[in-house]
């Protein structure tokens, strides 16, 4: 059974810092690409960073500049570095894994995980 599992959510202030990590077992996903998305109240989930299994990188352009998406395959698990966080950055954020499509047409992924909550308080 293929489970991610998230962790580093929390209450910060608004310019504050949060790093969120994904931890995927059940299956090495070295190969594939992961991500995350987001998902506030009342909103539907959208994309926010994507890593391909060789490294490159893709932001939603509200992630641009603030956030970083890395992965250690060693230990299967993805991270999200969220820098200068604004109010507007609060939701649940969930890990996926195994994206497929493009930046331009919307992703898809396999598996995902099951959030956790990032509050930005103004």
């Known amino acids: 059974q293929v489970q991610l599992v998230e962790s580093g959510g929390g209450l910060v202030q608004a310019g504050g810092s949060l790093s969120l990590s994904c931890a995927a077992s059940?299956?090495?996903?070295?190969?594939?690409?992961m991500g995350w998305f987001r998902q506030a109240p009342g909103k539907e989930r959208e994309f926010v960073a994507l890593?391909?299994?060789?490294?490159?990188?893709y932001y939603a352009d509200s992630a641009k500049g603030r956030f970083t998406i890395s992965r250690d395959n060693a230990k299967n698990t993805v991270y999200l570095q969220m820098n200068s966080l604004k109010p507007e950055d609060t939701a649940a954020y969930y890990c996926?894994?195994?994206?497929?499509?493009?930046?331009?047409?919307?992703?898809?992924?396999?598996?995902w995980g099951q959030g956790t909550q990032v509050t930005v308080s103004s």
């Open positions: 890593i391909r299994s060789g490294g490159s990188t």
């Open positions: 059940g299956r090495t996903f070295s190969s594939v690409a």
């Open positions: 996926a894994a195994q994206l497929t499509g493009t930046l331009a047409a919307g992703y898809r992924a396999q598996y």
